[in-house]
């Protein structure tokens, strides 16, 4: 006998499940769930763009409030995903303008966005209220005057890492003076200037500013009199870092600072010039997170500014910081969760600093709380992964970056099959991992054995052969996305596992070994998967069959093929195989 | 009107559905907006006689956890620390309470206790599987695989992708057919695999033939159960098999050896796998879309998709131009920008910094 719920009771417990899975899990459950929540649900994610239609996600979810989307594939951050792709926008926006009147968030990831969708959601969308574009393009300043001039309850405006062209920083003045609502504000990737005065005035006038953002085109000079508009920011990224030494503009900065209270979070440090980072001091102790990835000062000033941050949690920072600055900030960051170590310059064939394991064998030795790493360097040693792995149980994501490809362990010569086995043995908590140096199909043996919560997986240049990826796909039970590069793994341990690519989001392959064959029989094997081939050396029948493609996208769907790809893309489908015989 | 009683408290009378009628001091009653305004406005409940009814959803055992909770909190001078602890405890209930409690407080418009108990069921279905939910709460498994999967090609009010489908279905046979013919050109393939092209598409094509009459799958998505069955076993001897050397290599690795010499005989291992894993019945169901319908119907659909056929080769070019033309956005020529770390992007290794 089912126990029985009033509707509203039911829809008023789902409204404290605020996880998607368990949304999702909930629907599931039976046709009256089914039901119910599918009317009651507020916000959606959706991690590919192209596994369901704007149509499919409307005629389900009527009263959608906030929707995430996500384009392209990781692997376009490094170039690899050429131009035109696809991942574009408007249709969502065409389809949502139409049926989602209520709409008030909208948060794109590696996706086009044009100026005329920036104008589409401005006018469309009454109670507009946030627009997050991370790391995306297709527009300009021009559309962002378009929501500054239409939204009028516009809360945040975040542009991420985005590529936008910038025609001139006067959009910024196009916020009406009747507009008081912003709490958030991130214009860090602008690169021409913006009216500073237009944004003093809008800094002024809007009393819930928590997060600014500014882009390095506002000179450090403009700071102190921002900074004492907006006392109560939470969250700042300054501009450029550097400005003639004064020692009364020096004060009037520090001054500035202190006066805010509630500073959590830094970011920006363009150029920095070492003696202004003292202006600092007296936020540092109130600091949570620390975003110094373009700030170019070294030890002693570098290491200096960290370890007076004693609440720290997350610390993103340069290889300038070297062993020495790690021991440090081991020593004194005890809550560190998170630290990013980026290199400052990747392609010099000497480095320049001394940054080694060492360092983060301290970091992982110090900070009992560091779940989450992703950490840039030019040696590493087995030894050194499996004190990690021992130290650091609850590690949860784990991106080591050995410059340069197929880099043995330079005390054993050897491959780092061990360390990366030890990682994923002892943390068994582990949903991301990145591998990097020299690795042999063993260690993908290790991982399908025991990384049973990994849920993305970055190889690249690791490998004997199909066996390897054999092992990930066969072992690797939460395995969400995996993208692969350089490796030698070519048709069988991807045909074997056909089904497993049903389970996962994506798989993405560039510079392997799958056959075009490959290809059309997995398209033919497995209907709801789309299975992408990218090949600029022109039409893949134009080459043997057993030739490998260049590229290989894959993700499953419940939208079918999609029709907007550039001519360097072909969907293999039953078609294919008929059009091409 | 309330009868006073010696300690100057004065009681009102409740009446269950289940006709049970008990007596409440009126301060704690007062304390549920449903009791309240049939005391005040339709002056029930000051005795026996007249017991205030309450609704059905209010059996005796929510109502006393409803009585005790208003008889906590309606005392006054309590701090908000101590009613949290109250609350705290109040809801350490099983489920089957939790869910009776909240119907009876929602009845009673008991906003609080209503909260509460959502809350409560909220944790309790959080990071719980379908069908684990389904458990929890005796709750039927009614919904169909297609439902669950939500599928294009079952969307009933689109006969179009119907059609499509069917389409697809018979080209796909046309394929198979002409395989067929071409036996020479098939052996000639170099494939890795011991099977060729026409033992794979057989297996993929198996479902379309008459053979399998008897089957007829309401749910073709039972099917692909039991296939996936199939294929956990055999992929899970693979990996039986795998874990055992792995075991092997691992201490081994870490005692400084490497086994080379026994990848030959890994490889070989994987070369039989593939086949392994089509042998365990991949029948694939996109060619039993129609077979819960009846010959009539069957032919009529036929003669639609041959239809349907002419008049999608006539429309597809104009068709194509119109996606296209909705889905691709104009795009300028952008400079290359040198975000302060833009070179990283070009980083060997494929790790980034977002």
């Known amino acids: 006998m089912a126990y029985a719920f009033p509707e509203e009771v039911l829809e008023h417990v789902f409204s404290f499940l605020t996880s998607d899975k368990d949304r999702n899990a909930v629907s599931l459950v039976c046709k009256s769930w089914y039901e119910i929540e599918r009317w009651c649900r507020k916000r959606i994610f959706v991690g590919n763009c192209y596994a369901v239609s704007p149509k499919i996600m409307i005629r389900r979810f009527p009263e959608v409030r906030s929707v995430e989307l996500k384009g392209k594939p990781h692997f376009a951050d490094f170039n690899l995903v050429p131009e035109g792709w696809g991942a574009y926008v408007y249709p969502w926006i065409l389809a949502m303008s139409r049926s989602y009147p209520w709409l008030e968030e909208i948060k794109l990831k590696r996706m086009v966005i044009t100026d005329e969708s920036l104008e589409l959601i401005s006018k469309s969308f009454k109670n507009f209220k946030v627009l997050v574009l991370s790391s995306c393009d297709g527009f300009t300043t021009d559309g962002l005057a378009a929501i500054a001039a239409n939204c009028r309850n516009l809360r945040?405006?975040?542009?991420?890492?985005?590529?936008?062209?910038?025609?001139?920083?006067?959009?910024?003045?196009?916020?009406?003076?009747?507009?008081?609502?912003?709490?958030?504000?991130?214009?860090?990737?602008?690169?021409?200037?913006?009216?500073?005065?237009?944004?003093?005035?809008?800094?002024?006038?809007?009393?819930?500013?928590?997060?600014?953002?500014?882009?390095?085109?506002?000179?450090?000079?403009?700071?102190?009199?921002?900074?004492?508009?907006?006392?109560?920011?939470v969250e700042f990224g300054t501009g450029v870092f550097s400005a003639d030494v004064r020692s009364d503009f020096f004060s009037n900065l520090t001054e500035a600072f202190s006066s805010c209270k509630q500073l959590k979070c830094l970011s920006g440090f363009w150029d920095v010039v070492p003696a202004y980072l003292p202006a600092l001091y007296p936020v540092c102790s109130r600091l949570t997170s620390l975003n110094l990835s373009y700030?170019?000062?070294?030890?002693?000033?570098?290491?200096?500014?960290?370890?007076?941050?004693?609440?720290?949690?997350?610390?993103?920072?340069l290889d300038f910081i070297e062993d020495t600055g790690l021991e440090e900030l081991a020593a004194n960051c005890k809550d560190l969760q998170?630290?990013?170590?980026?290199?400052?310059?990747?392609?010099?064939?000497?480095?320049?600093?001394?940054?080694?394991?060492q360092g983060l064998v301290a970091v992982s030795d110090g900070c009992p709380k560091l779940q989450s790493v992703l950490y840039f360097c030019r040696q590493m040693t087995n030894a050194a992964l499996v004190t990690i792995a021992r130290n650091r149980p609850n590690m949860i994501r784990f991106r080591l970056c050995i410059i340069e490809p197929r880099t043995p362990d330079y005390l054993t010569l050897g491959s780092f099959d061990a360390g990366f086995g030890a990682i994923v043995e002892n943390c068994k908590e582990l949903r991301r991992l990145s591998l990097s140096g020299l690795l042999t199909d063993r260690v993908f043996e290790y991982i399908g054995a025991h990384a049973k919560k990994l849920e993305m997986l970055s190889i690249a240049f690791a490998g004997d052969s199909d066996l390897g990826l054999h092992h990930v796909l066969s072992g690797c039970d939460s395995l969400r996305k995996l993208e692969i590069r350089d490796c030698p793994f070519g048709d069988k341990a991807l045909l074997a596992n056909a089904a497993k690519l049903e389970t996962m989001r994506s798989l993405w392959m560039s510079s392997c070994s799958v056959s075009f064959e490959a290809c059309k029989m997995l398209a033919q094997k497995m209907p709801r998967l789309n299975v992408e081939v990218i090949d600029e050396r022109g039409p893949p029948d134009t080459r043997p069959e057993s030739c490998p493609v260049e590229k290989l996208y894959i993700y499953r769907t419940v939208a079918g093929r999609r029709f907007d790809t550039p001519g360097y893309v072909w969907t293999m489908d039953e078609d294919t195989a008929v059009r091409l015989t | 009107m309330a009868i006073v009683k010696p300690e100057m408290k004065s009681y009102i009378w409740l009446k269950t559905a289940d006709g049970s009628i008990q007596e409440v001091e009126e301060e704690v009653a007062m304390f549920c907006p449903v009791i309240c305004r049939e005391l005040l406005q339709n002056g029930k409940g000051s005795s026996k006689n007249c017991a205030i009814s309450l609704p059905e959803r209010v059996n005796p055992a929510s109502l006393e956890l409803i009585l005790e909770f208003c008889r906590f909190h309606q005392v006054p001078g309590r701090s908000n620390k101590e009613r949290k602890k109250h609350d705290e405890k109040f809801v350490r209930l099983d489920t089957k309470t939790l869910c009776d409690l909240a119907s009876a407080a929602d009845s009673l418009q008991l906003r609080p206790v209503v909260d509460l108990t959502s809350r409560a069921l909220a944790r309790v279905i959080e990071g719980k599987t379908p069908e684990e939910i389904r458990e929890t709460f005796h709750l039927p498994d009614d919904l169909t695989e297609e439902e669950k999967l939500e599928p294009l090609r079952n969307m009933t009010d689109d006969p179009r992708i119907r059609l499509l489908n069917r389409l697809y279905a018979r080209k796909r046979k046309e394929l198979y057919d002409r395989k067929k013919l071409k036996n020479v050109d098939a052996e000639e393939e170099p494939l890795v695999d011991e099977r060729s092209v026409d033992d794979l598409l057989s297996f993929i094509n198996s479902g379309d033939q008459d053979s399998k009459g008897a089957r007829v799958t309401k749910n073709k998505k039972k099917s692909r159960g039991r296939k996936e069955q199939a294929r956990n076993l055999s992929s899970n001897n693979e990996a039986g098999n795998y874990n055992k050397e792995s075991n092997c290599h691992t201490s081994g690795c870490l005692n400084g050896d490497t086994n080379d010499g026994s990848s030959p005989s890994r490889n070989s291992k994987l070369q039989n796998s593939p086949s392994a894993m089509f042998s365990s019945k991949l029948d694939l169901d996109d060619f039993d879309i129609d077979d819960e319908l009846d010959p009539a119907r069957k032919e009529e659909i036929d003669r639609e998709v041959e239809d349907f056929a002419r008049r999608l080769d006539s429309v597809w070019p104009e068709r194509i131009q119109q996606i296209l033309s909705l889905g691709q956005e104009t795009r300028r020529l952008r400079p290359i920008s040198m975000n302060g770390n833009g070179s990283m992007e070009r980083c060997t290794a494929g790790v980034d910094r977002g």
Do not use: M
């Open chain 1, 156 to 233: 945040k405006l975040d542009l991420g890492e985005s590529e936008v062209e910038d025609l001139s920083g006067h959009w910024l003045s196009h916020f009406p003076d009747n507009c008081t609502s912003l709490v958030s504000l991130n214009i860090a990737c602008l690169a021409s200037e913006v009216s500073l005065l237009a944004l003093e005035r809008l800094v002024t006038r809007s009393p819930n500013l928590r997060t600014l953002r500014i882009n390095r085109a506002v000179p450090l000079e403009r700071l102190p009199n921002l900074l004492r508009r907006t006392s109560q920011l």
């Open chain 1, 295 to 317: 700030a170019t000062c070294q030890n002693p000033e570098l290491g200096k500014l960290i370890s007076q941050c004693h609440n720290l949690q997350r610390l993103w920072v």
């Open chain 1, 338 to 357: 998170e630290l990013r170590v980026f290199p400052s310059d990747p392609f010099a064939a000497e480095p320049d600093t001394t940054l080694t394991e």
